[in-house]
């Protein structure tokens, strides 16, 4: 489990020479969160170009917010709360249209054993969740974090993290149990 | 089916397009690029400005000179035609006397 609370130690060499303006030092650090930042906003909508997108403007935030990220790991905890309240923002100020019912048949028709197709499915399932849900699925299952991580990011009390969790678990298992 | 497991294998990390990292640089780069400032606008636009009225005072010198000349034509023309008139009638005159 990774520590995403802020703690005021191990500033990387990467991070300083960012601060002070270095683009290249800058430039480092993106390669060392990208996968991270544009997953969570690729597993939220489902969609890369979008994802690319909300990731640019994530890095983008990062770098005016530099002067404040006092350690690796508030880093961390910074950029998975402000991914994630941007896909948040974004799917409420948008409300994105949801793959209709009729991609799950086609779906439906393939063969359900294949990981890949499961995957797919998944993740058309996962779109389909209220946009806190689907917030909090992806930190549990990509990052792998705790309600009580997860309820620091969202800014929600833990059990109100769990209960969403075990919702979106119920909701994805009935999509799965209808179109199997 | 373990659906914690297959989630977490759909929803593994993935990386972005390669120079993900750059596009970012670029577009950091062009937003820190200084705007010009409120005095080269200005001066922009008294260039501008000076263009333009430059080239109407020269199309309205050019018009002007068109119109003298054609005036100046009209007028040789008249003073030809009249010169003609007034020896046609010298000529009736003197045929008439005879």
């Known amino acids: ?180 | 089916m373990n659906l914690e497991n297959d989630l977490r294998r759909a929803l593994h990390r993935e990386s972005p397009a390669p120079g993900f990292a750059g596009r970012v640089i670029q577009r950091i780069e062009r937003d820190e690029r200084p705007a010009r400032p409120v005095w080269w606008r200005a001066a922009a636009a008294s260039v501008t400005l000076a263009a333009i009225l430059g080239g109407y005072a020269v199309h309205e010198a050019a018009e002007r000179r068109r119109g003298e000349r054609a005036r100046e034509e009209v007028l040789r023309a008249m003073s030809i035609a009249s010169e003609k008139v007034r020896i046609a009638r010298q000529e009736v005159r003197q045929i008439g006397s005879h």
């Not at chain 1, 917010?65 to 961390?76: C, P, V």
């Open chain 1, 1 to 180: 489990m990774t520590a995403i609370m802020p703690t005021a130690v191990d500033l990387p060499a990467a991070l300083t020479r960012a601060q002070s303006g270095d683009h290249d030092a800058f430039a480092e650090v993106i390669e060392q969160h990208e996968a991270m930042v544009y997953s969570l906003a690729y597993h939220f909508f489902n969609d890369r170009g979008r994802a690319e997108e909300i990731a640019q403007d994530v890095f983008l935030q990062l770098y005016r917010n530099l002067g404040t990220i006092e350690s690796d790991a508030h880093l961390l905890f910074w950029l998975r709360q402000v991914t994630t309240r941007r896909c948040i923002d974004v799917t409420r100020r948008s409300r994105m249209k949801a793959v209709s019912l009729d991609d799950a048949g086609e779906l439906r028709a393939a063969e359900k054993k294949h990981d890949a197709l499961l995957d797919r499915r998944l993740k058309t399932f996962i779109e389909q969740l209220p946009d806190i849900q689907r917030a909090v699925v992806t930190l549990r299952y990509q990052e792998d974090l705790d309600p009580s991580d997860i309820c620091r990011i969202v800014q929600l009390p833990v059990n109100t993290v769990k209960s969403h969790l075990h919702r979106a678990l119920q909701s994805l298992r009935r999509k799965l149990g209808e179109h199997p």
